[in-house]
């Protein structure tokens, strides 16, 4: 089992945060790439506003290539399977790779463009299906853990791309286009490692009525022994589906039976994304400088930020099947509404005493760790645990394109949000990250150790009234 979570990883939400970290390091060596081919080409110098743009354009394209193997990923997981989707992906994840690549030696910044749409629909592609495929396979006592593996891989993702980006190995002048072209790596590696493991049992058997290869599965990742009570579990779901298809995304909207499972999916979707999660990484390179850091050493404490990341998503791991999913999400949101607060004046009072600069480093790591500790990896798991079969994968399309348009929004707003309210800016979020807390406290049963079926009939009241 550990393993399948690592062969899933790699290829999925590892892309993900690996490419979402590793355009920040050579921004200055493409826009002097940008400069040049505009030059050579149409021999006129590029000017400032159309190189801000076509700057934009290559950063935020990454988010409509998410947004498009979000309205995908869904669809490939019921028609190619759980693992057949993920292998299928790496090709989108090799072929962006060497258009990145190639774009510098040919001269052509419009490869560039299309090589990160291509490497964004990949990333879109393995957030939906690796939960998907890790949530189907995880036994009831270890599924919030095992599920933490997506956030696990994401930080993992977003820490490598960091250290890979430092200027003494691939984020100097000469080599950023290796840079760019280094996540056909995690590609091969899991097109390696993942044929050696078994398709979802529960995708076996539900959706494709195959028994003999559901038993070899399950047998597979829970030994000869144990398999038979997780047999059990999903004849039982099978039963209780009555040989429904695979819901579209769509008709989960007019389903009144996962109505409150559907609005929880979006208000935690959108919570993660602008909670100020993104301010915080924006401000970091201010805070660092106004505690004194030389700019040289800055991408060195930045990388205690991915680091700190890393760190709670293990931690959480750890925690999730002992604590419960409810008690860490709320805790998590309720932290980083003290650390907003907490924030907000100490930016107000950077200048007033030499120490206040720490006060701010301190929160800065704290919100890191609070969002990790909760909202960061809880969110994916609780997608998966909150539909049976038939809904699961139209639900994960839905979540996905609610966090890619929200992830693109924020993208684009943040920086009139912080040049309006400055500093101020951290009330915004620490209202939006309270108001989800009370909602989750109101709303979400616990559902550790409970089977799909159970957690089903939790959410029947609030759907259907207290009556029925």
């Given amino acids: 089992l550990f393993l399948a979570v690592c062969a899933v990883g790699i290829g999925g939400t590892f892309q993900y945060g690996y490419n979402v970290s590793i355009i920040n390091a050579p921004t200055q060596h493409i826009h002097k790439f940008l400069n040049e081919t505009w030059t050579s080409r149409y021999h006129k ?8 743009f076509l700057w934009s354009v290559i950063a935020s ?3 409509l290539g998410g947004l498009c193997g979000a309205l995908i990923g869904g669809s490939m997981a019921i028609r190619l399977g759980r693992k057949g989707a993920l292998l299928m992906n790496n090709i989108i994840a090799i072929l962006a790779s060497i258009l990145m690549g190639i774009s510098f030696p040919t001269g052509l910044f419009e490869l560039l463009i299309a090589g990160r749409f291509l490497i964004g629909i990949n990333s879109g592609i393995g957030i939906c299906v690796q939960p998907l495929y890790i949530g189907e396979v995880a036994p009831k006592h270890l599924r919030g853990g095992m599920a933490m593996g997506s956030s696990i891989f994401l930080t993992g993702g ?5 250290i890979i980006g430092l200027r003494e190995l691939l984020g100097g002048e000469t080599y950023w286009p290796l840079l760019l072209s280094s996540s056909c790596f995690p590609a091969f590696a899991q097109l390696l490692f993942l044929p050696w493991f078994p398709e979802s049992p529960r995708y076996l058997l539900i959706d494709r009525g195959d028994e003999l290869s ?3 599965a399950l047998k597979r990742f829970h030994g000869s022994s144990e398999y038979r009570r997780e047999m059990e579990d999903i004849q039982q779901e099978c039963f209780a589906l009555d040989g429904e298809k695979p819901k579209k995304p769509w008709q989960l909207f007019t389903d009144r039976g996962v109505r409150w499972q559907l609005i929880t999916v979006i208000v935690m979707t959108m919570g993660q994304q602008l ?3 993104n301010a915080i990484y924006f401000y970091a390179t201010y805070i660092f400088e106004q505690a004194g850091i030389s700019a040289e050493k800055i991408p060195y404490v930045t990388l205690g930020t991915g680091a700190c990341e890393c760190l709670t998503a293990l931690t959480c791991g750890l925690l999730i099947d002992y604590v419960g999913r409810r008690y860490l999400i709320i805790g998590g949101y309720l932290l980083m509404t003290l650390w907003s607060i907490v924030l907000t004046f100490s930016l107000t009072y950077q200048e007033l005493y030499s120490w206040v ?4 480093m301190t929160s800065i790591f704290a919100f890191i760790l609070s969002f990790g500790l909760g909202p960061g990896g809880i969110t994916n798991t609780l997608t998966a645990e909150l539909f049976i079969q038939s809904s699961r994968p139209a639900a994960y399309m839905i979540g996905g394109t609610i966090s890619w348009i929200s992830f693109f929004t924020i993208g684009m707003l943040f920086p009139f949000i912080v040049n309006g309210l400055k500093q101020y800016c951290f009330l915004v979020f620490l209202l939006e990250c309270s108001l989800v807390a009370a909602f989750i406290f109101l709303v979400i049963p616990e559902t550790k ?3 799909f079926l159970e957690i089903k009939k939790e959410f029947h009241k609030l759907n259907f009234g207290r009556n029925t």
Wanted: include cysteine.
């Fill in 45 to 52: 110098a590029l000017n400032p506003e159309l190189l801000t």
């Fill in 61 to 63: 394209i990454f988010s």
């Fill in 158 to 162: 977003i820490l490598t791309g960091q």
């Fill in 214 to 216: 559901c038993a070899k």
């Fill in 275 to 277: 909670s100020g999660i």
């Fill in 357 to 360: 600069p720490y006060v701010s």
């Fill in 449 to 451: 150790n409970k089977s």
